[in-house]
């Protein structure tokens, strides 16, 4: 069992920058890729970044490539988001997620083939 607990959200002017952090406890997340997963007001839950468990291989969402980078650090069990040039669209609550794997270089970008999930964390981009 793995317990996420995102943090660093907050309120930030258009063309700002955030860093979202996610810890893991209950087990090391190295046998597991990481996921960054939205939900804006009114809408469905969409992808935003994934990193696989050796960190080699990264995939971001059309609508944040340039502008946002996933990064891990299995020995701090934690892994992050940097935001940069945040955008009001970027406005939504923010969810990481820990898929276990075999393949170290492997990713996902469905939410169902996630296995753990934290409560999430609010961004909020003011124009």
């Known amino acids: 069992q793995v317990q996420l607990v995102e943090s660093g959200g907050g309120l930030v002017q258009a063309g700002g920058s955030l860093r979202l952090s996610c810890a893991a406890s209950g087990r090391t997340v190295s046998t597991y890729a990481m996921g960054w997963f939205r939900q804006a007001p009114g809408k469905e839950r969409e992808f935003v970044s994934v990193?696989?468990?050796?960190?080699?291989?990264?995939y971001h969402a059309d609508s944040v490539k340039g502008r946002f980078t996933i990064s891990r650090s299995n020995a701090k069990n934690t892994f992050y988001l940097q935001m940069n040039n945040l955008k009001p669209e970027d406005t939504a609550v923010y969810y990481c997620?820990?898929?276990?794997?075999?393949?170290?270089?492997?990713?996902?970008?469905?939410?169902?083939?996630?296995?753990?999930w934290g409560q999430g964390t609010q961004v909020r981009v003011a124009s």
């Open positions: 997620a820990a898929h276990e794997t075999s393949y170290s270089g492997s990713y996902y970008l469905n939410g169902y083939e996630y296995d753990y």
């Open positions: 990193i696989s468990r050796s960190g080699g291989n990264l």
